[in-house]
């Protein structure tokens, strides 16, 4: 495991503006911390370089893209790398994570739905056994702050 990197508050600023919006502008970040650009721009390098900004990603409105479905489908079965490699193929899979009791896998999937998502489910059956969850209203997600 490798060990946490010091950030300190102008980083965390930093960071949480990203997070909020991963298109903004490092002149507009430095406008908001009252920092200069070269400073904000040299501070998100050293983030990228350490590995603690991994990525910048596009989040989309499920609804718009016809994926009115979503669940949590706790699974057990003892066939883990084959699982694992249908999942990935999967386009219904967006998470997998491998977890501890009952179950040893829990996933997020999306679909169009209801149909589709017991069509999926049924694909399943030849690795064990699933548990689905239908999530009815999402509260928030994503929900990180530094």
Known sequence: MQNAVKLDEI?????NLL?????????????????TQPAVKERINKLEDQGVI????????PSKINKNIQAFI???TSQCSDFIQYCNAAPE????????????????????SMDSLATFLDSLMRFG??????VLKSEFEEKLSF
Do not use: C, Q, W
């Open 11 to 15: 980083d965390h600023k930093i960071m």
């Open 129 to 134: 056994l699933s548990s689905p969850l239908i």
């Open 74 to 76: 706790m699974f057990k």
């Open 93 to 112: 899979v967006i998470d997998l994570y491998r977890i501890s009791g009952e179950f040893n896998y829990m996933m997020k999937v999306m679909s169009d």
């Open 54 to 61: 991994a990525a910048y990603r596009t989040k989309f409105e």
């Open 19 to 35: 997070y909020e919006n991963a298109r903004i502008s490092v002149s507009e970040i430095g406008r908001i911390i009252s920092m």
